[in-house]
């Protein structure tokens, strides 16, 4: 069966900087690949989706990689601001049917 | 536009006992998902409807475990009897096509004792 890996140490990062969390995942390549915000006591919030066939994508501050040869996602988030502290969690489509399966999330915290 | 409404936002019961949640999904999203979050983990998906029937639910606990998605909108999901280790968050999400972004309720915070 698939399996999805996040650093579940939390990240510790200054302002200013840029934070970068890693998501591996298993076995073959997911149809897509989406990331997720989630502060405590809220329900996560869609941040980033890319394809299969797409290496980046980015969005204001937020940038994704998908390399499918590592199996590896990669999350950054640059000129990081103390309000950016939160989980954030990577979730993966293998059947292209929209049924994600997430990983276990990254708690980043970042300080003024 | 309103987001994914869930409710009770909290619950404490004890084990054996049964519960109930409830979810409304935003206006004209046709898929709808309810997923367990247990404390310190990721969502694990529970069950997806498509309209009002059952995409995938392997991986609900179907001897105490029933969600139904009646008329294609609302939904419910019941535990039955409910044990310890169903102490978790349900989140219901829904989305408006077979691909793209989920939306998330807040949570409903299920406590068993």
Known sequence: SQKIEQ???????????????TCNYTNYSPAYLQWYRQDPGRGPV??????????????ERLKVTFDTTLKQSLFHITASQPADSATYLCALDWTAGNKLTFGGGTRVLVKP | EAGVAQSPRYKIIEKRQSVAFWC???SGHATLYWYQQILGQGPKLLIQ?????????SQLPKDRFSAERLKGVDSTLKIQPAKLEDSAVYLCASSPSKTGELFFGEGSRLTVL
Request: aromatic share 4%; charged share 30%; glycine share 4%.
């Open chain 2, 24 to 26: 409304n999904p935003i």
């Open chain 1, 7 to 21: 650093n579940s140490e939390a990240l510790n990062i200054q302002e200013g900087k840029t934070a970068t969390l």
């Open chain 1, 46 to 59: 869609f941040l980033l989706l890319i394809r299969e066939n797409e290496k980046e994508k980015r969005k």
């Open chain 2, 49 to 57: 409807f498509q309209n009002n029937g059952v995409v995938d639910d």
